[in-house]
Structure formats: structure tokens, C-alpha cells
């Protein structure tokens, strides 16, 4: 081959080689600019994100940050690029984030985790994902986004505090219940007192180191196992005005500080409604048991009178008749009560002419008749004394809209005025104000309000004088004689 066709095959691959070189750049230009694009394009969706990104080195340094991250730091990008994430941050959260950046670099999957940051207080989600290097394969950073979730964590949080919330309450209520179903269905209050310390550690906030004690008077009553403790609540039982008893409620073991000690208001607001709804029990069942005695002394009282006594309707029909007018007809006192009171002493269908229950009902005034009744074999005096209810009616619906009727064929019909005026002053001024409770404490206080009644109490029908100035001065100037 001759020299000249060698410099002619070396220009033609010279002039090959040149071309592949400028294709070569041309290919590069292509991809650098395509990269640049993408970068640009990047870089717009990083700015313009409301999440926060940055970039973070194997070494733990700064690569990169979005605008948004940079104005939470308060720094420009050229005073964070190369920083140690540990100088930026506190020494704790500094060391989750490289554990949790070690952990992506190892198992080359991206990571989601909630954060709290003590920066600013705000709740984020962050996802780390791994940055693949030049050699396939190999990890040389990790893309941190942080996406603020404080709104919806607060959210979060309020619903499950106000569930957890509605939850003591439904269980504070439902002890309420209990309380008020044992009152109402229990027949002593010892088995009421038994009943509400067993209900109300269910009804606190941590039942399982709740215990309870109840005590009234020299009584005491516990949830067991029983344990008192100085993590203490408790309200009085007051009864009469006077403190009979207390609830008191312990928790075994400490807890945090709430509104009282380590018990909620609501804890509070509920064992003082324990407190008052046992008070109110007791109260209403000595009040019931005052009620019965004084029933019982009262019927005991009413049959014991010798004078012929019966209660009646607006329609003449005996509403309560007593032994005495029970035995003069020789019936029995109940087989009295819906008969019309002309029927079982006349005879009659009608009213007898004399009788002065018409008048009372116009008058609405006592009045007194006296006459011989030939079923009786005697003359009776008849006195009516009218009952008024609160509107001023002489009768009503009402079982207290009735008549009191006493007859007494003993004596003449004048006495028997003074007496019954004198036993219904000494029923409502005495008997029924006080309720006495024994036999003993009748006779004294009755005893004491007779005293008073004929030595003290002056009279407008005695010209504003007293019983014992009229009668027995009276019955000594007649003797005297």
C-alpha cells in the first residue's frame, strides 16, 4: 500500500471518529439539557408543595431544602447546604432521624412516620426515601418530605378526648342510675348503703384502684377488697340539717393531677350527688316512717273516741267512719265507707230534713243540729264542720275536699262544740307540726299543750280570756256559794 492511500484511510477514520465525537456531544447536549428540564421541573414541584423537603446526605448533611423547610430553619440555602443536621436540631430528634435514615439506607425501602416537633409544636408525616447514586443499586442520600399534620392530629386527638370523655360520663350517669334504682327498689338502708359502695368504683375513672366507703352514724360499709389511702375524695351525708355520715372514695395508687388531686370535677360533681341523693333518701324514709306513726296514732286516735265520728263526701257518702258510730250500728267500720250516711242512720233515701249539710255546704260555715233519731233510740246533736281546700271550694275532686261529722248522743250538743274545737286545735297546733316518734314524747307534748291551752291561751269567744280565768274561778265562786 503506497503512502498516499494510507493518509487517505487515516483522514477517513479521523473524519469517522470526528463525527461519532459530535454526535457523542450532541447526544450529551440532548440529555443535559432533558436533565436540566427535569431538574427545572423538579425543582417547581418542590417550591411550590406546602410540605417540606430536603435532601440529606449518608454523612447526615444538608443537600438540598425547598423554600418551605428553609423559612421554618429562618436560613437561605446557601447558609444550610453542607450543615450537620445535628447542629440544627435537638440532640433526641436528631438521633431518630439518623436511626430512621440508617434503616432506609440498609433495607433500601422508603419509611413513614408521624413526628413531633418541639421547634415549633406541630405534628408532621414524614417519608424518607432513598436517592440511588451513579452505580445501580447504591444509596447516596435520602429525600425527607415532611407534611404538617397538626390539624388534622389536633382533630384526632379532641375526638378521641371527647369520646373518652362521653365515656366517663355514660359511666358516671349509669352509676347515678344505680344509685337511684337501689334507693328506689331497696327496702332497708342498709342494703342501699351495701348497694352504692359496691357501684361507685365502675362509675370513676380508673376503677380497677377504686375503692369506696360509706359510713352513717356508728355504720360503715366498703367495696372490697377495702383499702383506705391519701388519695382521697369525700361529701358529707347530711340529714336534719346535721352531718350524719360521709362517701368517700380512694384510689389505690398515685395519679396524675387533675382538677381535685388526681380526681376530675365530674368526680366531684358525681360523689356530691351521691352524698345528697342518699341524704334525701334517708330524710324521705324517716319522713315516711314519721308518716305511718303518726297515721297509725291518728286512726288509733279516732277510733278511741266514745262520740259517734265519720268523714264524709260532698255527695253524703262516709268516707271514714270510727268504732264508736261502727258499733252503735252494729256494722263494721269499713262497711261504712261509700254509704250515704242518711241510709245507715235513718233509714232514708233522702237527707233528713234537720240535717245541716246542706247549709254548711252554702256557707261553708260549721253548723250544729240536735234531735231525737228513733233508729238510735236517742237525741243526737250533729255538728258539721267544713273542710275548704286552697281554692276556697267547700268539695272537689280531691280526697281532702270532705266534711268531718260528729255526733254525740252522751252529753249536749254545746260540748261537743268545745271538744271538737278543742281537737282540732290540739291536731294542728300539736299533734301533726311535731310527729312524735314515742308514746312517751305524745303524753308530755300533749300534756304541755293543754297546760298551755287553759293557763296561757286567751279566747275571743271567753272575751280574750283564758280557760282557767272563766271557769275555774267560776267554779269556785259557785261552790263558794
Not at 256 to 274: A, H, M, V, Y
Not at 351 to 356: A, I, N, R, T
Not at 390 to 410: P, R, V
Not at 421 to 429: I, Q
Request: charged share 35%.
Amino acid at each position: 500500500m503506497t503512502p498516499m492511500n494510507d493518509q487517505h484511510r487515516i483522514k477517513a477514520q479521523l473524519n469517522d471518529e470526528l463525527e461519532q465525537t459530535r454526535t457523542r456531544v450532541a447526544e450529551l447536549e440532548r440529555v443535559e439539557a432533558a436533565l436540566r428540564k427535569s431538574e427545572e421541573r423538579y425543582r417547581s414541584l418542590v417550591e411550590s408543595t406546602d410540605d417540606s423537603v430536603y435532601l440529606l446526605g449518608r454523612d447526615m448533611r444538608y443537600e438540598f431544602a425547598n423554600r418551605k423547610y428553609l423559612s421554618r430553619l429562618g436560613l437561605s440555602l446557601a447558609e444550610l447546604i453542607r450543615q450537620e443536621y445535628g447542629k440544627l436540631h435537638p440532640s433526641d430528634a436528631s438521633e431518630e432521624v439518623a436511626k430512621k435514615v440508617d434503616q432506609v439506607i440498609k433495607s433500601g425501602e422508603p419509611m413513614v412516620y408521624e413526628h413531633l416537633s418541639h421547634r415549633d409544636d406541630r405534628y408532621f408525616l414524614r417519608t424518607l426515601s432513598p436517592v440511588i447514586g451513579e452505580k445501580p443499586g447504591k444509596i447516596r442520600a435520602i429525600t425527607v418530605t415532611s407534611k404538617d399534620i397538626t390539624e388534622r392530629k389536633r382533630t384526632e386527638e379532641a375526638l378521641k378526648q371527647r369520646t373518652y370523655d362521653m365515656r366517663e360520663r355514660i359511666k358516671e350517669l349509669s352509676c347515678m342510675y344505680g344509685v337511684a334504682t337501689s334507693i328506689r327498689k331497696r327496702g332497708t338502708l342498709e342494703e342501699i348503703f351495701r348497694d352504692v359502695a359496691a357501684l361507685i368504683p365502675p362509675g370513676w375513672q380508673y376503677p380497677e384502684i377504686t375503692r369506696a366507703r360509706l359510713r352513717f352514724d356508728k355504720a360503715e360499709y366498703v367495696s372490697e377488697p377495702f383499702e383506705g389511702t391519701v388519695w382521697k375524695l369525700s361529701s358529707d351525708i347530711i340529714v336534719g340539717g346535721e352531718p350524719r355520715g360521709s362517701v368517700e372514695v380512694y384510689y389505690l395508687e398515685s395519679r396524675p393531677e387533675l382538677d381535685e388531686g388526681p380526681f376530675l370535677k365530674e368526680e366531684r360533681q358525681l360523689i356530691n350527688g351521691i352524698a345528697r341523693a342518699l341524704s334525701e333518701a334517708i330524710d324521705h324514709r324517716r319522713a315516711e316512717e314519721k308518716i305511718k306513726r303518726a297515721a297509725q296514732e291518728w286512726r288509733t286516735t279516732f277510733d278511741s273516741i266514745s262520740d259517734f265520728v265519720s268523714l264524709h263526701g260532698k255527695d253524703y257518702k262516709v268516707v271514714r267512719a270510727n268504732k264508736a258510730l261502727a258499733d252503735a250500728l252494729k256494722m263494721k267500720p269499713g262497711e261504712l265507707v261509700g254509704k250515704h250516711c242518711y241510709e245507715l242512720v235513718h233509714g232514708t233515701k233522702e237527707p233528713h230534713p234537720d240535717c245541716p249539710f246542706k247549709q254548711v255546704q252554702k256557707t261553708k260555715k260549721p253548723s250544729t243540729v240536735e234531735f231525737f233519731e228513733p233508729s238510735l233510740g236517742m237525741s243526737v246533736q250533729v255538728s258539721i264542720s267544713p273542710i275548704i281546700n286552697e281554692e276556697g271550694e267547700f268539695t272537689g275532686a280531691l280526697k281532702s275536699s270532705n266534711i268531718k261529722i260528729s255526733m254525740d248522743g252522751k252529753g249536749r250538743w254545746m260540748d261537743n262544740v268545745i271538744i271538737e274545737r278543742l281537737w282540732r286545735s290540739l291536731k294542728y297546733e300539736e299533734v301533726y307540726l311535731k310527729a312524735y316518734e314515742t308514746v312517751p314524747e305524745a303524753r308530755a307534748g300533749i300534756k304541755e299543750w293543754i297546760r298551755f291551752y287553759n293557763h296561757e291561751r286567751t279566747h275571743q269567744s271567753l272575751a280574750r280570756q283564758t280557760p282557767e280565768q272563766v271557769y275555774f274561778f267560776k267554779s269556785t265562786k259557785e261552790l263558794a256559794a
